[in-house]
């Protein structure tokens, strides 16, 4: 899936989970996947189509209606959800059943240019998460020719800053807490040596 085909247009759907609820145990349980997905995320989904019903952004594609309303102060609840849409199904295809092993060699070749090595990387990642104040996301993303990882505020994503995002980690509570509880850094260590989708990345950074 490239980043293209998360462009959808009203009514939004709940994207597919690219596989079953229970893959990711022990990292991530199929309790919190249940309610991640079938709660969270569609929650989401449903809420944006309530605010778009019969307004300007109703036959706009998703990515369309983030960008049209980001930072736009009256238009933050269809930012919101439009954008944690978004977010949530770039997040489930950044993981994986056994990810977390080596990059392709083109992305790992890409990786070392601009963190020196692929564990300098992961963990500049779980740093990054770590110091997420609150709600949030943590980005490896495409910036210019250099990878980069940045973190977001709430809905916030890289499509608004002009960077191109190759992979997530949702550090949202509802994301770890019925695992990991407040052990915020326990759940993304996981994440990142059992989880992590390079594939995914590969395939975002074209
Ligand atoms: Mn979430």
Redesign the pocket.
């Known amino acids: 899936m490239s980043n293209e085909t998360i462009t959808t247009v009203s009514p939004h759907v709940l994207s597919t989970l690219p596989y079953a609820d229970n893959s990711l145990e022990p990292v991530i349980s199929a309790k919190t996947i249940s309610f991640?997905y079938g709660k969270?995320?569609k929650g989401y989904v449903d809420n944006l189509n309530k605010l778009i019903a019969g307004t300007e952004f109703d036959d706009m594609p998703l990515e369309k209606i983030i960008t049209e309303t980001a930072n736009k102060a009256d238009k933050t609840q269809i930012f919101n959800n439009a954008a944690?849409t978004w977010n949530?199904t770039f997040?489930w295809h950044s993981l994986k059943l056994k990810g977390g092993s080596e990059p392709s060699a083109m992305l790992k070749k890409k990786i070392e240019a601009s963190f020196s090595t692929v564990d300098a990387c992961k963990k500049e990642l779980a740093t990054a998460a770590m110091a997420q104040f609150g709600s949030g996301w943590v980005w490896l993303v495409l910036d210019g020719d250099k990878l980069k990882v940045v973190k977001t505020n709430n809905a916030d994503l890289p499509l608004t800053k002009g960077m191109k995002p190759l992979l997530t980690i949702?550090v949202?509570e509802?994301?770890y807490y019925l695992d990991y509880q407040n052990r915020r850094a326990d759940y993304v260590n996981a994440v990142l040596d059992k989880l992590i989708n390079w594939d995914f990345a590969a395939k975002n950074l074209g």
């Open positions: 991640h969270h995320h944690q949530h997040y949702d949202w509802h994301a």
